[in-house]
């Protein structure tokens, strides 16, 4: 598998559903990314350690992006894996794509495609996209 092609595939794909609405001051209601303050990341914080997944999901997205925290690829892994775990199709599908890519955790094909199929399979669209891509133009990925 060219993994800078899918990367090329995911790129447009990735952060594209994680821009909308707006930021509220209580677990369960952080929407907008861009709208998170420095000071709202304890309370994030504390959300997520509550297993409150879209906490999860955007403190995996600040450590990415590197927004109001320093960048830390390996903290947005752990992080979107504990929301995938939780069974969070968006999580499961930006964590295979880390796998995908080997930022934050070790490039690994097999462990990329279990978790994009896992996303595909609720209906998560970007990680359809992607699955099907990566079954249809490259086949089965390989370690």
Known sequence: MNSKLASSVVAGLAFSTSLAGGVQAKCGEWDNLQQIQRQHIPQLQSCAHQGDSKAQIQLARLYRLGINVKPDSVEAAKWYKIAAIQGNAEAQFHLGVMYLEGVGVTENSAE?????????????????????YILHHDGPLEC
């Open 112 to 132: 990329a495609l279990r978790w994009i199929s896992r996303a595909a399979q609720q209906k998560h669209s970007a990680a359809t996209e992607v699955y099907n």
